[in-house]
């Protein structure tokens, strides 16, 4: 699988931003599509993830009802809406991939394919 993330940028306090993450290579069919962040000096952090139908979603419980994961099968992407950014959103955002029923959603080292990642800077 190769994904390409995009969609980041500079946003104030308060605003939106949809990231997008294009996934390609046969090995896509039936993944798990993930979204981590990872700010300066920190570890990298699950986010969300979303099923292959995209029926079933998870989120890390901090964010959950601010961010919002979705897919678009017949695109080959994954979004994630962020709402209410905070300087403390501020970090490169990276999508993931994976077969489904690989364990946990929250270890990074669960998920085989990432993407290059993409910078979210929040002012304030």
């Known amino acids: 699988v190769q994904l390409q993330a995009s969609g980041g940028g500079l946003v104030q306090s308060g605003g939106s931003l949809r990231l997008s993450c294009a996934a390609s290579?046969?090995?896509?069919?039936?993944?798990?599509v993930g979204w981590f962040r990872q700010a300066p000096g920190k570890e990298r952090d699950f986010v969300a993830a979303?099923?292959?139908?995209?029926?079933?979603?998870s989120y890390a419980d901090s964010l959950r009802g601010r961010f919002t994961i979705s897919r678009d099968n017949a695109k080959n992407t994954v979004y994630l809406r962020t709402n209410s950014l905070t300087p403390e959103d501020t970090a490169i955002y990276y999508c993931?991939?994976?077969?489904?029923?690989?364990?946990?959603?929250?270890?990074?080292?669960?998920?085989?394919?990432w993407g290059q990642g993409t910078q979210v800077t929040v002012s304030s």
């Open positions: 993931a991939a994976r077969p489904s029923g690989s364990g946990s959603y929250y270890s990074p080292s669960s998920w085989p394919y």
């Open positions: 979303v099923s292959w139908g995209g029926a079933s979603t």
């Open positions: 290579g046969r090995t896509y069919s039936g993944a798990t």
